[in-house]
Structures are given as C-alpha cells and as structure tokens.
C-alpha cells in the first residue's frame, strides 16, 4: 500500500522547533501548518506538518509565516490529548521538502548567496554559462 501525499501552499504562521527526547537522544522536531488553496477559490485546506532532524533545522531556519514551500510525506493520524470527544486528527509526517519562494532580504532586495560565484539574479547570469 502507499501512503505518500506532495502539498504546495504557504506557511501559515512561524515554524515552530521543539528539542525533543528520543530513545537515542535528543533530536530537532518543527512544526507548521501549511495552507493550500482550493481550485477556483473554493477556500483553503490546513496541514498540519512535522519535520524531524536536520529538516526540522532547516524548515526552522529558512522559512517564515507566508514561505511558498512544497512538502512531501505520509499521514498519520493521532488521538489529540486534550480532545474530550476522543476524535481522531491527522498530521503529514514529513519526509522533505522544497523552496519555492524567490530569495529575498527583510525589505525585498535580492537575497546574496554565501558564494559569490552563484549569481543572485537572473540578470546576472553569463549568457556563455547557459546551456541551452
């Protein structure tokens, strides 16, 4: 059987990064909920996301409330603790993800790269290193 699901939304709010305790020790697990809008704006659908280790430092690290970010993973559904009517919820337990969103500084400039031999701009692009 397969259980396997790819989203493309945005982040709804700030990822948020807990460490927690596992039987090997500590480990990095972030959580967000994505928002993916309907065909025709029919409304939007949440997911509920989980990221754990290294992907839980990177989504933690990269993204923010409004990210475009596509995640790929399973569902997993869970017993909330604090339900009273013992309903079962679903989360997507995320095995990784991509970037969407343009590189962008905090006031909307082109984001520069740690190397300088990448160009941050398409306009910066040799037509000579172009392969097609």
């Known amino acids: ?3 396997q699901i790819t989203i493309h939304g945005y982040c709804g709010k700030d990822p948020e990064k807990q460490i927690v305790q596992g039987q090997k020790g500590p480990f ?3 959580t967000v909920s994505i928002g993916v809008g309907r065909d025709f704006g029919d409304g939007t659908d949440w997911f509920y996301c989980i990221f754990y280790g290294a992907k839980a430092d990177a989504v933690e690290k990269w993204f923010r409330k409004g990210s475009q970010i596509i995640v790929r993973g399973r569902m997993e ?3 909330p603790k604090s339900d009273v009517q013992q309903r079962t919820a679903w989360c997507l337990s995320a095995d990784g ?3 969407c ?3 962008t500084n905090a006031d909307g400039s082109a984001a520069r790269h740690d190397d300088p ?3 941050a ?3 910066e ?3 000579d290193d172009v392969p097609f």
């Open 117 to 119: 031999s990448i160009p």
């Open 77 to 79: 559904s869970y017993k």
């Open 1 to 3: 059987m397969l259980n």
């Open 101 to 103: 969103d343009r590189n």
């Open 125 to 127: 692009l040799d037509p």
């Open 28 to 30: 990095s697990k972030t």
């Open 97 to 99: 993800f991509d970037f």
């Open 121 to 123: 701009t398409p306009d």
